[in-house]
């Protein structure tokens, strides 16, 4: 329950924060999240990465399908990755999931772990 | 340990967030952001537009007067209805900066030489702060302030001026980091407020590149090579093909201005076979030389309609985003239809309910240089009439990203800048000091032209719009629903003694100095002629009998063709109209190709070099992607060119301008003992024979790689494209299978061709068709970036007209309905 709660906390907060703040202020809460739904380390980090790797992936994955893979075909060869707009959305999902996810694991060593009784 | 622990992962979150918020360097360019940039709230995702994407919108802004709605048709061309004229203008600026932002922006930066700020002293191979030096040092900042004043001393252009800006500035204020275009991102940076100088910068842009052009230095070298006879024979006034624009013996008005040639002038000026001198420098930047365009209009004795046809269409470099932007704007005053420039208000090339207008480029010399002697190397002061004069200073700061700024410091004096000195090396490098006398330096307000054009109702209108008129000077094309047709190559232009500007002149004191400016009843307008057609197609404007100078690069082939193709047709129909617009026929071919049969000694060539010969001459001269006739004959003249003049030239390392075709075929076809042939650094001597021959089997070397590789035919060879401003391929359209070139009506050559292609019959409806390459969104993620180049290089058009409010509220293909509203 707490690991369900973690991730949908996380992609809440991780999808508001940057509309009023800078791209990766979702760190910032992804990290506060870990401390509040305090969990064991693997879990932090899973859920964590997990919330940002699906909210990037699927709101990029909207954009990209919307824009019939246009634009993304484009900065994939740019940006050196051939031209498969996939890899792309991948990566980016990957980026959001990895920096949160570091982020709460970082919370969750701000705590003891203390199983509940 | 747990501290430990949470000390290394805040450590690597740190790092993680830090090394994807910076540009990192791979391979000599920089990437953006990548953090920021795959983020889907801020970066380029958000920059993927949906296809089907609704633009309505309300906006509202205390600077409008009243209301404006806009409608977006099918292909995004928005029709802008506005109860006030300056509303208008505003709603221009802010549909300009919307799907335009960042190319005006760029353009403006590029004029201002400011692309260093921007892309960093050199980047991609590109050393942008030479560009820019070479900008500053040109004047483009100072002639863009003098312009702004002439501008804003006119009330009317001041009023539209700042609507227009006021527009850009109500879109570019309404931005988000999210909503800026792609480039910014790629780049890593932000837009500024539009500004009146931006305009005016945009408009000396143009000047640049239709009246920038010169090539004085080049000459000047060779006048130090060759004799006054050989020069004659490789830069002549004019050519045997010509037929110019006011046909010849047509009166020209007289005026009492007589020239003084300066006294010393043949001894000191026009001397040629000088000294020699030391290595070359590269000249950074030239507008290129095929920066010109076709236009001609028949009258309705000669159509089937028995109204005037008007045809226009502009040679630039092709881009993306495209140069131009299509709109119909609409107040109580006027309605117009046509292109516009985003940066610019106004429509510039295009038709209201009486009329049509459009331009070719003059190609007029409007840019010399002086030498000038300093006191010393502060340059403080200058040797002008007999005394030491006082020069003025313009400190030009370029800032660079990531580096120290650099400034230039320029000495200003009677003649303009002194854009090369002892800092700024000139391309013939002897250190010396040349100021720029350049017309576009002088206070001028294009705008009211433009603005006038969309408003005329006649004739009389038309003379009103143009008169005005100084630089870059054009052919403007005129027609009305009355029948009337005309055409005036209309700019100031100096009064030049022959050969004045042509090579660098003493700036010692006035003798030298642009005398006057020819009297505007000698830019003689052409008015229903008899013939039954006004063309332009930048050949010369007169025959070489005008009483002034045409210093300048006129190219006669177009020109010819045309008036030789409207001369026999009557009866005309639109679709006529749209075959010789888009006619690849090459006519260079058809003329160079029996003098080069005479000379040809196909005795002499192997047995594959007869093959390619063979496929030269089964050639219908059309330059239709298929053919491989174009790819043989284009390499076979370059080939010529090189093989005639390189033994010459290569007599001074120097830059040297390379003769221009009609020189060369003439030369060959009047004179069989023609001088150059010989190759001066052979014993024996040389015939044309020898030369053609070999010329063509030097060709023959080029061209069976390009057979080998199968990229003979000419679509493939001459591998035509559309570039994106920053060169990127992926935002290009590249190896586009293209025909038509340089010596067509069809003048696409590789990254340069038809920017606009426009016909207008004025009949009471007016039936228009237009089309360019590009699209009306300048956001690559967008399906309307580039939907209309598969039309454009099909040579298809697409119908446009003026239409009315009540009738585009019931379109159903509307792409979105944009309210302005006073707030």
């Known amino acids: ?117 | 340990m747990r501290w430990l622990l949470l000390i290394v992962c805040a450590a690597i979150t740190t790092g993680l967030i830090i090394v994807l918020d910076t540009r990192l360097t791979v391979a000599g360019a920089k990437t953006p952001r990548l953090g920021y940039f795959l983020s889907p709230q801020k970066g380029f995702w958000h920059n993927a537009e949906a296809d089907d994407k609704n633009f309505d919108a309300d906006i509202k802004n205390a600077y409008l007067k009243g209301k404006v709605n806009v409608y977006l048709d099918e292909r995004l061309v928005p029709h802008v209805y506005a109860e006030q004229e300056n509303d208008a203008y505003f709603v221009q600026g802010y549909l300009h900066a919307k799907f335009r932002l960042w190319q005006m922006e760029f353009q403006a930066y590029a004029a201002g030489g400011r692309l260093s700020e921007i892309m960093g002293a050199k980047s991609n191979g590109s050393d942008f702060l030479a560009i820019d030096k070479f900008f500053r040092r040109l004047g483009m900042v100072y002639a863009a302030e003098q312009s702004l004043r002439a501008i804003e001393a006119d009330e009317t252009s001041k009023a539209q001026a700042d609507a227009y800006t006021a527009g850009v500035n109500a879109y570019i204020s309404s931005l988000s980091e999210e909503d800026y275009p792609l480039e910014y991102k790629l780049l890593d940076y932000k837009p500024e407020p539009w500004t009146n100088l931006k305009t005016a910068l945009f408009m000396k842009y143009m000047a640049y590149d239709l009246a920038g052009g010169e090539d004085d230095f080049e000459m000047t070298n060779a006048k130090s090579i060759f004799t006054k006879e050989q020069f004659e024979k490789l830069y002549p006034y004019g050519q045997d093909i010509l037929d110019p624009i006011i046909p010849k013996g047509t009166a020209i008005a007289k005026s009492g201005l007589v020239l003084k040639k300066p006294s010393k002038a043949d001894s000191l000026y026009l001397n040629f076979f000088k000294k020699k001198d030391t290595a070359a420098i590269k000249n950074p930047v030239k507008p290129d030389k095929d920066n010109g365009s076709n236009n001609w209009a028949v009258s309705g004795s000669k159509t089937k309609s028995g109204r005037p046809i008007l045809c226009n269409d502009p040679h630039l470099g092709l881009n993306f985003p495209s140069i131009w932007y299509e709109m119909q704007i609409s107040t109580p005053e006027y309605n117009a239809y046509g292109v516009s420039f985003p940066g610019a208000p106004s429509i510039i090339i295009g038709f209201n309910d009486s009329c049509a207008f459009g331009f070719t480029n003059a190609e007029r010399d409007v840019r010399d240089y002086y030498e000038i002697k300093f006191k010393d190397s502060t340059m403080k002061e200058y040797w002008f009439d007999s005394t030491w004069q006082p020069t003025t200073f313009r400190d030009e700061i370029i800032k660079i990203k990531d580096a120290p700024s650099d400034t230039e410091h320029i000495a200003m004096t009677v003649f303009g800048p002194v854009m090369y000195d002892q800092h700024y090396d000139n391309k013939l490098k002897n250190g010396k000091a040349y100021a720029c006398r350049w017309k576009a330096h002088d206070s001028s307000n294009e705008l009211r032209t433009f603005n006038q054009l969309d408003k005329a109702k006649n004739y009389h209108d038309y003379e009103n719009a143009i008169s005005t008129y100084q630089c870059p000077g054009q052919n403007m094309l005129f027609a009305a629903k009355n029948g009337d047709i005309a055409i005036r190559q209309q700019g100031q232009f100096p009064a030049k003694w022959k050969r004045q500007g042509d090579f660098i002149m003493p700036g010692e004191d006035s003798a030298y100095m642009w005398q006057a400016t020819i009297p505007d009843s000698m830019n003689t307008t052409m008015l229903n002629p008899a013939r039954g057609f006004v063309s332009s197609a930048n050949q010369m404007p007169y025959d070489t009998s005008y009483p002034y100078y045409l210093g300048g690069s006129y190219p006669p082939y177009r020109g010819f063709f045309i008036n030789w193709r409207l001369s026999n047709m009557q009866n005309i129909t639109i679709e006529e109209m749209q075959q010789l617009q888009t006619s690849n026929y090459n006519i260079l071919a058809k003329l160079a190709k029996p003098v080069l049969e005479k000379y040809m000694d196909v005795k002499r060539l192997s047995t594959y070099e007869k093959n390619l010969y063979d496929k030269f001459e089964s050639w219908d001269l059309k330059n239709d992607a298929a053919e491989e006739g174009p790819s043989v004959f284009a390499v076979w003249i370059d080939s010529l060119s090189d093989a005639m003049y390189a033994d010459e030239f290569s007599q001074t390392s120097l830059p040297l301008m390379e003769p221009v075709t009609s020189t060369l075929i003439e030369g060959i076809a009047k004179d069989s003992l023609y001088e150059f042939a010989d190759n001066i650094n052979t014993p024996q001597k040389e015939t044309i024979s020898d030369v053609v021959t070999l010329a063509f089997k030097n060709a023959a070397k080029t061209l069976n790689s390009a057979n080998l590789l199968q990229k003979l035919a000419w679509g493939k060879f001459k591998d035509s494209g559309i570039r994106h401003l920053l060169r990127l391929p992926q935002l290009s359209r590249l190896h586009l299978n293209a025909g038509g070139g340089t010596f067509s009506v069809n003048a696409y050559k590789q990254f340069h061709g038809p920017s606009w292609r426009m016909i207008v019959q004025l009949t009471d409806e007016t039936e228009a068709y237009g089309v360019y390459p590009g699209g009306q969104s300048g956001n690559p993620g967008s399906k309307y970036y580039d939907n209309f180049v598969d039309t454009w290089l099909a040579g298809k058009y697409y119908k446009i007209a003026i239409v009315g409010e009540a009738a585009i509220k019931k379109q159903t293909s509307l792409k979105g309905t944009m309210s302005f509203s006073k707030g």
């Open chain 1, 1 to 117: 329950m707490k690991f369900i709660s973690a991730i949908i906390l996380t992609a809440l907060l991780g999808y508001a924060a940057p509309l009023f703040f800078t791209w990766w202020s979702f760190a910032i809460t992804s990290f506060i999240v870990a401390i509040v739904v305090h969990q064991k380390a693997g879990q932090a980090f899973t859920a964590g990465f997990a919330a940002m790797f699906f909210l990037w992936g699927i709101q990029a994955l909207i954009y990209d399908t919307a824009n019939h893979h246009r634009l993304s075909e484009k900065i994939a060869s740019i940006l050196k990755l051939g031209d498969s707009s996939f890899v792309l959305l991948l990566i980016t999902a990957f980026i959001g999931g990895l920096i949160s996810g570091m982020a709460a694991l970082t919370g969750s060593f701000t705590r003891k772990y203390k199983a509940l009784a």
